[in-house]
């Protein structure tokens, strides 16, 4: 990541994160862009340095859906979930997070249920992960209210992702049936 990406502090995506074993990344990243570069062949990683994740750009969020859509087919032997992202923030500040975040929710949650998903200690925000999503969904709440948003923890129709990567956040807000957990053909 350059130094202009971090003086803008946001970098739009749409950007895929897939989740691995810490020390099967290259691995992760291979199985990931063999299904995903036939239909996206200007996707690239994304260089992050937190073990057992693997971070991929894609040029659209047309392509998004349908990468998304590959991979839920595929059999991998490495890859455990995958997580859609809209953006990533390099500044860590409550306050414009959750601006962030109503601008996002106000696109996409009209009517809609949602449940806030928070990965990572989170410890330059001094919140713990819970605690930030409690924050984080009474204030999309508060801010939406107009547009009949409500919470629901058991089956939402939106999952609101904030995951924790070592120098930046990853923000996403998608329909839940985008977010996957894989079973890989180990187990």
Not at 37 to 49: N, Y
Not at 64 to 80: G, H, Q, V
Not at 90 to 118: E, M, N, P, W
């Amino acid at each position: 990541m350059n130094g202009e990406t971090r003086k803008n502090s946001v970098l739009k995506g749409p950007f895929m994160l897939v989740t691995t074993r810490p020390g099967r990344e290259t691995t992760a990243l291979e199985e990931a862009l063999d299904a995903i570069l036939p239909i996206d062949v200007d996707a690239k990683e994304i260089d992050i340095t937190r073990k057992g994740v693997v971070l991929i750009r894609l040029s659209s969020m047309n392509k998004l859906s349908d990468a998304i859509s590959a991979l839920r087919k595929r059999i991998t032997s490495t890859i455990f979930h995958i997580i859609p992202l809209d953006i990533l923030v390099f500044k860590k500040d409550l306050y414009f997070i959750k601006r962030l975040l109503t601008d996002l929710c106000r696109d996409k949650l009209h009517g809609a249920s949602f449940r806030v998903r928070c990965k990572g200690s989170f410890q330059e925000l001094n919140v713990r992960p819970s605690v930030l999503e409690r924050l984080l969904g009474e204030h999309i709440l508060r801010s939406l209210s107009r547009l009949n948003v409500k919470v629901n923890l058991e089956a939402p129709d939106f999952i609101v992702i904030v995951y924790e990567l070592n120098n930046a956040l990853g923000i996403g807000v998608f329909p839940s049936h985008m977010v996957i957990r894989k079973r890989t053909r180990w187990g």
